[in-house]
């Protein structure tokens, strides 16, 4: 009997242990699936915003953004709470443009050709491109847990997601990058450059004939609504040729 007084005690030290053992390395999977997961939502979000700054900028405010949002905070802490899985700096944004693939590219190539060469006819640059194609991958790096045992304490992972985005490229930075662009196939827009003359015409036509002060040659407002859209009253200042 007395031999067998701690035998219980024993298998209780080894199967704790053993569980102990489990726990920790069930938290550390749960913890790579959770990578797996932001680097999911990281991709969709940074395809979208890609997208819409589209080249005005480049892509380390984008990667600062979302290494910010979706990677730095403790929920990545080793399951024995001394290290970091996943740093901000250890994620990655790999990031291109180009035209769509497929038979989609050549249809847009063919119907933007007259347009370009109308738009380079009237002095005026035309800058759709097919370029619209968005696609690239995040990139997130996690530490080896040397806290742990064997693999986890050696096992150096790369959670790579993919994304790919077909959106139109054609999107403009405000009011005046669309003139410029629409300015090409507008064969009025030819006039812009006698502007400055025709304001100091106006003054003494105006006398004879008043509407003549509001006329512009060549102007393009593209973010103004004509009065006659809005309804009765003046909701807008009237239009100024400079």
């Known amino acids: ?95 291109r443009s180009g035209s769509a693939p497929g038979e989609s590219s050549a249809a847009v190539d063919l119907l933007l050709a007259p347009l370009r060469t109308a738009g380079g006819f009237l002095g005026s640059g035309f800058d759709l491109r097919n370029e619209g194609f968005r696609s690239g991958a995040i990139i997130v790096n996690a530490r080896p847990v040397s806290d742990l045992p064997a693999p986890f304490r050696d096992l150096q992972l790369e959670f790579r997601q993919p994304f790919a985005l077909l959106s139109d490229g054609w999107n403009a930075s405000g009011p005046s990058h669309v003139a410029a662009r629409a300015g090409g196939l507008a064969p009025s827009h030819v006039l812009a450059g006698v502007a400055n003359l025709w304001i100091g015409l106006s003054a003494p036509l105006g006398l004879l004939e008043p509407s003549l002060r509001q006329f512009c040659p060549g102007l393009m407002e593209p973010d103004r609504v004509p009065e006659d859209r809005l309804g009765p009253g003046r909701a807008q200042p009237d239009a100024s040729c400079l």
């Open 1 to 95: 009997m007395k031999r067998q007084l701690g035998q219980s005690m024993t298998e209780f030290a080894l199967a704790s242990g053993f569980l102990t053992l489990m726990l920790l390395g069930l938290w550390t999977i749960g913890s790579y699936q959770e990578i797996q997961r932001r680097a999911i939502v990281a991709a969709r979000q940074g395809s979208f915003e890609l997208s819409w700054q589209g080249a005005r900028a480049g892509h380390e405010g984008v990667r600062n953004r979302l290494a910010t949002m979706h990677f730095d905070d403790p929920a990545f802490t080793s399951s024995t709470g001394y290290s970091r899985l996943v740093e901000p700096d250890a994620m990655r944004l790999e990031a």
